[in-house]
């Protein structure tokens, strides 16, 4: 891994990271008011994601182990730690019920 890219703000996925930070932050997660907090906000898991389709990373299993690699990426999205494959599973499915429609809606129109 090279310096310059661990430094790099014109790297594509920086440039993605910034835009689905300022997207998200129109539809501002509410907090539940049952249960455990959640450990990782929707954003950090919408950037894994992205990060997930951008070197085609095929399974969460995978993607796990591709960001504990990467500690540019891992900085760019806000981890501490990486989030586990079924973590990663469960919050895709949650994201896709709920914050997908209205990002889906922002980006066409």
């Given amino acids: 891994?090279?310096?310059?890219?661990?430094?790099?703000k014109n790297h594509p996925l920086y440039q993605i990271f910034c835009c689905i930070e300022d997207m998200v932050r129109r539809f501002a997660e509410t907090p539940s008011r049952v249960g455990k907090?959640?450990?990782?906000?929707d954003t950090q898991i919408l950037k894994c994601l992205i990060y997930q389709?951008?070197?085609r990373i095929y399974s969460f299993r995978?993607?796990?182990?591709?960001l504990n690699q990467d500690h540019w990426a891992r900085r760019c999205i806000g981890?501490?730690?990486?989030?586990?494959h079924s973590t990663f599973c469960r919050r895709a499915?949650?994201?896709?019920?709920g914050l997908y429609?209205?990002?889906y809606e922002e980006l066409l129109f």
């Fill in 37 to 41: 907090p959640k450990k990782f906000s």
């Fill in 93 to 97: 499915k949650q994201i896709e019920e």
């Fill in 53 to 55: 389709a951008y070197y």
């Fill in 62 to 66: 995978e993607l796990e182990w591709k």
């Fill in 101 to 103: 429609a209205p990002l």
């Fill in 79 to 84: 981890l501490d730690e990486v989030p586990d």
């Fill in 1 to 8: 891994m090279s310096l310059a890219r661990l430094s790099s």
